[in-house]
């Protein structure tokens, strides 16, 4: 079974607007992270927001907020007044920390087109 | 800002031939990790290692890998005896301690293409 499932292969935003890409995910563990990131067509991989399962405040860094609803197990990344530069493709992963592991667990990745 | 390094950015290499992909974490950082990414696909985990010591690997991280830290900046990863296969980028990351809500910052990769 997928631990982390992004069903938007691609989504498509007009400049300034809102963008929702989400993320489900799925683990026995209590304690675990959520993590997104950035991959744009250059390839890097850049770390944008953290949540922990524990938080009690959904996480919010500038212009990405993350939607955390841990009852039904979902991490969706909200970009706020989107800019032709957050076109890149976004992976969601997470880490299982009863596990004891240090893995991050990536999804398959959201390819967001933003056009002005 | 500090920022994990990767070296070369492009490696073509004959299948069977050895390579090493390099990376110079953030300096104050104590946990090194080796990610893969097959072309259109998912990262994947190989191997995690803190402490000299290899602390975690996935399946796909076989006798044919090897990791080391052969001084106090460099971290390598070692692919013996190439197979076509082993085409991906290979990423490179660091934490500063195993802190449950430490990022992991990623280097830029090194496309490894193997003919």
């Known amino acids: 079974a997928q631990k982390i499932t992004q069903t938007q292969p691609g989504m498509f935003v007009q400049e300034k607007e809102a963008v929702t890409l989400d993320c489900t995910y799925d683990?026995?563990?209590?304690?675990?992270?959520l993590f997104w990131y950035k991959q744009p067509s250059s390839g890097e991989m850049i770390f944008l927001i953290y949540?922990?399962?524990?938080?009690?405040q959904n996480a919010t860094e500038g212009r990405y907020s993350l939607n955390f609803q841990k009852a039904r197990k979902s991490a969706n990344l909200v970009i706020s007044a989107s800019q032709l530069g957050d076109s890149a493709m976004y992976f969601c992963?997470?880490?299982?920390?009863?596990?004891?592991?240090?893995?991050?667990?990536f999804g398959k990745g959201t390819t967001l087109s933003v056009s002005s | 800002e500090p920022e994990v390094t990767q070296t070369p950015s492009h490696q073509v290499t004959q299948m069977g031939q050895e390579v090493i992909l390099r990376c110079v974490p953030i300096?104050?950082?104590?946990?090194f990790y080796w990610y893969r990414q097959i072309l259109g696909q998912k990262v994947e985990f190989l191997v995690s290692?803190?402490?000299?010591?290899?602390?975690?690997k996935s399946e796909i991280f076989d006798d044919q890998f090897s990791v080391e830290r052969p001084d106090g900046s460099n971290f390598t990863l070692k692919i013996r005896s190439t197979k076509l296969e082993d085409s991906a980028m290979y990423f490179c990351?660091?934490?500063?301690?195993?802190?449950?809500?430490?990022?992991?910052?990623f280097g830029d990769g090194t496309r490894l293409s193997i003919l």
């Open positions: 683990t026995s563990d209590p304690s675990y992270g």
């Open positions: 290692f803190y402490n000299n010591e290899i602390s975690e």
């Open positions: 990351a660091s934490s500063g301690t195993g802190g449950r809500n430490q990022p992991q910052h």
């Open positions: 949540q922990g399962s524990y938080d009690q």
């Open positions: 300096s104050n950082h104590l946990y």
């Open positions: 992963a997470m880490r299982e920390f009863n596990q004891a592991g240090t893995a991050l667990i």
